[in-house]
């Protein structure tokens, strides 16, 4: 045996080239066949995870707009169905009557002592008590004509507060004695696909539209991928108030609707 035979012997035969073709078509099989076995799984996590994307947005929307309903003025949430607005108060408290106190609400003077912690307040803001639109009393009304909102005097830390203005009329005067410090409206619109959030316009009687509201302010985006139809607000005003909010997204296929009840009180 030469020297070249012996060194063939020596070394291990390689792939036929049938044998590769062999393997590659068998190594497409198990491909295949593993594709259709993962798919499912796959596609099933990744519809998961975009509904619980749409869900996470959906209740951060939710919780937000509860948020301000928590600090509406009584009586003051209204909706036209794919809108919403209210008064936002910042703070409030209790007045002392001219029995106890000396200086009230109702007694010639435009200043009542607070009870309660020292507040301040800001030459944009206004007062209001007693806020039942349905007897007049309407913190929505022109400012000049209204018979329970009144435009506040700056001050820091006071133990009385001083309002512009006429007198606030007897009949709007809680038996309560609670007052708000309001900063401004609220709104909500859901336009397109997205909710906006409209603040830092002013107070008008009746409710603005959505083209008013974007030519009065510029909104900010609360949330996208909404589908307005399935996106509503509903306020009724039995007992203490209770504004449903009903909002619904979708994206790359998925859809995910959310329903909440916020109680509002309206206990003036």
């Known amino acids: ?14 792939f036929t080239l049938i044998e590769l073709v062999v393997t590659i078509v068998i190594l497409g099989i198990v491909s295949v066949m593993v594709t259709v076995f993962l798919q499912r799984p796959i596609e099933g996590y990744f519809a998961t995870t975009r509904r619980a994307q749409l869900a996470d947005m959906a209740d951060f929307a939710l919780r937000r707009i509860a948020r301000d309903l928590a600090t509406a003025v009584p009586n003051s949430v209204r909706s036209d169905g794919t809108s919403m607005e209210l008064l936002q108060a910042r703070t409030g408290g209790r007045y002392c009557n001219a029995a106890d106190c000396g200086n009230a609400l109702l007694d010639g003077d435009k200043i009542f002592s607070i009870i309660g912690p020292n507040l301040s307040a800001a030459a944009t803001e206004f007062l209001v008590i007693g806020n039942l639109p349905n ?11 209204s018979l329970n909102r009144r435009s506040l005097t700056a001050q820091v830390a006071s133990a009385t507060l001083t309002f512009t203005g006429n007198l606030f009329d007897a009949s709007c005067a809680p038996v309560t004695n609670r007052f ?9 619109a859901c336009v397109g696909t997205t909710l906006w959030r409209y603040t830092e316009y002013g107070i008008f009687a009746t409710q603005r539209t959505i083209a008013q509201l974007n030519a009065l302010v510029t909104p900010a985006v609360l949330v996208t991928n909404l589908n307005c139809a399935g996106t509503t607000f509903d306020v009724t005003s039995i007992g203490e108030g209770l504004v449903e909010l009903r909002i619904q997204l979708q994206a790359s296929g998925e859809s995910i609707n959310l ?5 509002v009180d309206n206990t003036p």
């Open 180 to 188: 708000q410090i309001v900063v401004g409206p609220v709104a909500y």
């Open 135 to 145: 007897s007049g009393c309407d913190a929505y009304a022109d400012i000049a004509t």
């Open 1 to 14: 045996m030469n020297h070249t035979a012996r060194k063939s012997a020596l070394l291990p035969a390689g």
């Open 259 to 263: 329903y909440r009840q916020v109680k």
